[in-house]
DNA sequence: GCGACAG
DNA sequence: ATCTTGTCGC
C-alpha cells in the first residue's frame, strides 16, 4: 500500500508538502453521488496514543458498509499547517485494511483552505490516489460572512484573494462548517455530498461514525 | 511588534 | 484533540 518514511522535523514536512502539492487534481462538477462514502478520524489519549478509524457508508440510506481502525503512537507534534503528518501514518494503515476501494474520502479538517492550499484532504487524496474532501468544523484561513440561515445555504471562503472552499449550513440555526476540494473533486460536488451526510446533525455521519469508533479503538 | 493558528 | 457542569429545548 504504502512504504511510509515520514518527515520527522517540519523543515522536511515542508518540503514534502510542496513536493505534494504539485500533484493535486482538479475536477469539473458530476452531478450523481458515489454510491459509497468513506469517513476518517483519529483520536487520542493523555499521552501520545492515537488510534485512527475509517467507515464506509452507502450513499443512500447511510448505513455502514465497513469499518476498520489502526492504533499506533503519534510521531509528529500538532503544528497547524502541518496536522497531516501527524494523522496521515495512522489513517493510511486503517485505510489499506479496507476491502472495497473508497470512492470518495469525507476528512475531518481542510483540503485547499490552507495557508499553502494542501490541507490533510488534499494529502489523503494525493497519496491514495482517491477523490477527497474536507469538512471542518472551524476556519482556519480565510474570510467569510454569514451563511444563510437555513440548511443548504453557504457562503465563500476566500483567502488571499481566492476561493478555497464554502461555509455551509447543514441544519437550520446552527453553526455552519467548512468545506473545501481536496483531490479530484470539485466544491460543489464537495457541498452536495456533504449535505446528503448531514440529514439531522451539523456534521457529517461519515464524520460522526469514524470518531465513535476512533474513540472505542483508543481503548 | 501583536495576534491567529485544522485536530 | 481532550478535559468538564449545567442548561435549554424538543
Redesign the pocket.
Known amino acids: 500500500m504504502h512504504t511510509g518514511q515520514w518527515p520527522t522535523t517540519i523543515g522536511e514536512a515542508l518540503a514534502v508538502q510542496e513536493e505534494l502539492r504539485g500533484r493535486v487534481e482538479f475536477a469539473d462538477d458530476c452531478p450523481e453521488l458515489p454510491p459509497t462514502v468513506t469517513g476518517l ?6 499521552g501520545d496514543g492515537i488510534a485512527a478509524a475509517v467507515v464506509t457508508l452507502e450513499t443512500a440510506g447511510l448505513t455502514v458498509v465497513e469499518a476498520r481502525t489502526h492504533r499506533a503512537k503519534a510521531v509528529f507534534p ?1 503544528e ?5 503528518f501527524r494523522e496521515l501514518p495512522p489513517l493510511l494503515a486503517a485505510l489499506g485494511r479496507l476491502e472495497r476501494e473508497p470512492d470518495v474520502l469525507v476528512c ?3 483540503g485547499l483552505a ?1 495557508p499553502r492550499r494542501f ?3 488534499c494529502h489523503l487524496g494525493v497519496l491514495t490516489g482517491r477523490p477527497a474532501f ?1 469538512v ?5 484561513v480565510g474570510t467569510h460572512g454569514s451563511p444563510g440561515p437555513s440548511r443548504g445555504m453557504s457562503v465563500p471562503l476566500v483567502d488571499a484573494g481566492e476561493e478555497v472552499g464554502a461555509v455551509l449550513r447543514t441544519q437550520d440555526g446552527v453553526k455552519p462548517v467548512y468545506v473545501s476540494a481536496g483531490h479530484r473533486i470539485g466544491l460543489a460536488h464537495a457541498c452536495r455530498l456533504t449535505l446528503a451526510l448531514t440529514p439531522r446533525y451539523r456534521l457529517p455521519e461519515t464524520t460522526r461514525q469514524a470518531d465513535r469508533l ?2 472505542a479503538a ?1 481503548r
Do not use: I, W
Not at 136 to 140: A, D, E, L, M, Y
Open positions: 478520524d483519529v483520536a487520542y489519549d493523555e500538532y497547524p499547517g502541518l496536522f497531516a475531518d479538517g481542510h490552507h490541507g490533510l484532504a474536507g471542518g468544523k472551524t476556519r482556519f476512533s474513540r483508543l
